[in-house]
């Protein structure tokens, strides 16, 4: 299922499964949840693995841990912990949720999970409770993003509120928009993308709220829900209405309208990160050790 990455690093550490993430890293993994299923697509939009993860409820939103593996939002009331293969650390990591609607990992590594009723908790990496009502009285939240400085944006209705990482309510309508707000989007300039699907488009804001440009996007007919960048800038559009996901520049031309397509109801969709140059380094220098680890017992 890993399909890119060092043949070197595939060879050499498969089987202590050190680089499954390195690998992996530019490739996207979607939630399909009319198919109950997790796919795993190239960086191309090319299949991997359709059926990555099967037999979940209604899979939902997925993001990414800072180890690599991802998490799993499912509307049945779970969040589960996969490895980049798809295969499962612990596929009830945090259970008992009340109806789950939106989550996001935030750079310490724990997570912030919003439900149908506005309640926002707070949990550890490892799935143990901080806060479960951190934030209450939030409307309904269907996105849920955070900034490099750890400030939470929830998208709820028609606007986008934020608050700073201990549950300060910072601004209550930083964003809003004529049609409901939806999934949101955050790259590497921190710019955000909101999908408002009542109007068909997706815009894009600073994180001071400024418009940058309210009609990034405009699927016409089709009906967006959920959005995401890659390491490039490129900004991915789920069009519900098509099972599709859309391709487009950083600028916002449509790059690819069939980025992938026969989804059953795309729900969030992710890339999975690309390292760092460093990372590869501090990889290279491991093996190294470990080469010479192996060369002294053998002689």
Not at 117 to 136: D, E, F, K, P, Q
Not at 188 to 214: C, K, M, Q, R
Request: include cysteine.
């Amino acid at each position: 299922m890993v399909s890119s990455g060092p043949a070197w690093c595939r060879c050499l550490l498969a089987g202590l499964g050190l680089c499954a993430a390195l690998a992996a890293s530019g490739q996207i993994v979607v939630t399909d949840n009319g198919g109950g299923n997790v796919g795993l697509y190239t960086s191309g939009g090319a299949v991997i693995n359709a059926n990555l993860i099967t037999g979940l409820g209604t899979p939902f939103q997925v993001a990414f841990s800072n180890t690599g593996s991802f998490y799993i939002l499912d509307m049945a009331g779970t969040i589960g912990e996969y490895a980049a293969n798809g295969t499962p650390i612990n596929a009830a990591l945090i259970t008992g949720l009340s109806t789950p609607s939106a989550f996001a990992v935030a750079p310490d590594g724990s997570l912030f999970i919003a439900n149908n009723g506005g309640v926002i908790g707070h949990y550890s990496a490892a799935g143990a409770v901080i806060n479960a009502s951190l934030i209450t009285a939030n409307g309904m939240p269907r996105g849920l993003v955070i900034d490099s400085s750890g400030n939470l944006y929830v998208s709820s209705y028609s606007s986008v509120a934020e608050y700073s990482s201990a549950g300060t309510l910072l601004n209550s309508s930083l964003i809003t928009m004529s049609g409901n707000t939806y999934g949101m989007a955050i790259d590497a300039s921190n710019h955000l993308f909101v999908v408002d699907p009542n109007n068909h488009v997706v815009g894009e804001y600073t994180t001071t709220g400024t418009v940058i440009n309210a009609t990034f996007a405009n699927l016409g007919a089709g009906i967006p829900f959920f959005v995401t960048t890659d390491a490039s800038g490129n900004v991915y559009i789920g069009n519900n209405s098509l099972g599709t996901i859309q391709q487009y520049s950083p600028g916002g031309t449509l790059l690819n309208a069939n980025f992938i397509t026969g989804l059953t109801n795309s729900g969030g969709f992710a890339f999975m990160p690309v390292p760092e140059p460093g990372t590869w380094a501090l990889l290279a220098v491991g093996l190294a050790g470990l080469g010479l680890r192996r060369h002294r017992r053998r002689n």
